[in-house]
């Protein structure tokens, strides 16, 4: 949270297991709220429904820095 009380949220996904680039994504950021609502679609491509069964999907939100 900043000195206004206000935070600037984003969120990164990443699919587990798997360290590739392919595997993360990420929201854009919002700025100046404490009530963050994304309404934004993500894809991942390429994926196989043997995928879907034996991956996980890890959402992890943080706040910007900047």
């Given at each position: 949270?900043?000195?206004?009380?206000l935070?600037?949220?984003?969120?990164?996904?990443?699919?587990?297991?798997?360290?590739?680039?392919?595997?993360?994504?990420?929201?854009?950021?919002?700025?100046?709220?404490?009530?963050?609502?994304?309404?934004?679609?993500?894809?991942?491509?390429?994926?196989?429904?043997?995928?879907?069964?034996?991956?996980?999907?890890?959402?992890?939100?943080?706040?910007?820095?900047?």
């Open positions: 949270m900043d000195s206004n009380g935070a600037d949220p984003y969120v990164k996904l990443h699919l587990l297991p798997g360290a590739s680039k392919s595997n993360k994504l990420r929201t854009k950021t919002l700025r100046n709220t404490r009530n963050p609502a994304w309404n934004e679609t993500l894809t991942y491509h390429g994926l196989t429904d043997e995928d879907m069964q034996r991956k996980t999907l890890r959402c992890c939100t943080s706040d910007s820095l900047i």
